[in-house]
Nanobody, 116 residues
Framework: QVQLVESGGGLVQAGGSLRLSCAASGRLSDINTISWYRQAPGKQRELVATSATYVTTYYADSVKGRFTCSRDNAKNTVWLQMNSLKPEDTAVYYC??????????WGQGTQVTVSS
């Protein structure tokens, strides 16, 4: 089973940018769909973006036009480029497959904090 590890979070001022990475322990090409989720304090985890082979990438309305999801199967990595960050983007960000998300299996995530 391929493991996914998130990194790249940090503290940034509003309007700034961060790029999150999701590194796969195995062949990323074996995974059709990878999604980014986030969970803010006191809120439910929400879907942010989905990258799937042969399918247009999905973005939540709240991040559309600011976030870009990309993947490089040769590097076994998926990225989430986050621009024009807002304080409401503050959350722990996770990458996951839909299957593992439905099973309740999550990694440690990476913390993103946006200061106003």
């Amino acid at each position: 089973q391929v493991q996914l590890v998130e990194s790249g979070g940090g503290l940034v001022q509003a309007g700034g940018s961060l790029r999150l990475s999701c590194a796969a322990s195995g062949r990323l090409s074996d995974i059709n769909t990878i999604s980014w989720y986030r969970q803010a304090p006191g809120k439910q985890r929400e879907l942010v973006a989905t990258s799937a082979t042969y399918v247009t990438t999905y973005y939540a309305d709240s991040v559309k036009g600011r976030f870009t999801c990309s993947r490089d199967n040769a590097k076994n990595t998926v990225w989430l480029q986050m621009n024009s960050l807002k304080p409401e983007d503050t959350a722990v960000y996770y990458c996951n497959t839909p299957r593992n998300a439905n099973l309740g299996s999550w990694g440690q995530g990476t913390q993103v904090t946006v200061s106003s």
